[in-house]
């Protein structure tokens, strides 16, 4: 992995450290090798390419761009979460949500091995260290991203999810040697962003001391539990990190909420 860091910018924290670093950018092209469908409403793609030889992801919470065509004949740029990557395999893997009729959700569905996909980045990486306690808390959209970190955490860490899915059979089963303590919320797509479930589920969690809460959700939801975590529970800002990575009614929206 030898993509170079242009850029870092060290944000200084009590205890807990954001490591923010810029990476040069590249497109590449992949071909999809493998199709699994992971829930009803996940569907995850293995893809392969030698360019994937200098591929680098610093954080389980990076995103790339991948780029399909529209139904104007453009190409359509969308943010993913790289779920896994082995750079000495040359392979990459993707979950996707079907849950819009966007040109994502439509190439996903339709994907089959030998089909061909475009990405680029990512941009940079977030990388957040000194944390041995976390609170995960998302729906649908950062579930990649919440698998990706306990997969990567360490036997020593403590990890306490609340993840926020239509159903029983959107549940996924997560592997790692952290402990880990899983908390599924269940409401209709149509309410996605009520933040209600989530913060009635957050209000049974007891939050140590020294636990970092990353929180990823549609926008209001995540600005909900973030002034929930803050201002309720007295979580020092300096433990969290929010991010909305959709907003209800717009297409390929995102907000910070940092």
Known sequence: MNEAATQRQPVPQAGARIE??????????????DVVQVTPNMRRLTLAGNDLGDFVSASPDDHIKIFLPAS?????????????YDTKARQ????????????????????????????????????????????LVGDETALPAIGRRIEEAHQDEDVTVVAVVTGAAEEQSFDGMCRLRTTWVHRPLARAADASPVLA??????????????????ASVARAVRAYLTE???????WLKASGYWLQGQADAHEKIE
């Open 20 to 33: 923010r670093i810029r990476h040069d950018l590249k497109r590449r092209e992949l071909t999809v090798t």
């Open 201 to 218: 589920a957050l209000a049974a969690v007891n939050i140590e001391g020294e636990t970092f809460a990353w929180i990823a959700a549609e």
């Open 72 to 84: 104007d004949g453009e190409l359509a740029a969308r943010d993913y979460t790289p779920r896994r």
């Open 92 to 135: 990459f893997v993707l979950d996707f949500a079907l849950h819009d009729a966007g040109p994502a959700t439509v190439w996903a569905s339709q994907a089959k091995s030998g089909d061909t996909l475009l990405i680029g980045g990512p941009r940079g990486s977030a990388v957040i260290t000194g944390v041995r306690r976390w609170l």
């Open 232 to 238: 309720k529970r007295n979580h020092p800002l300096t």
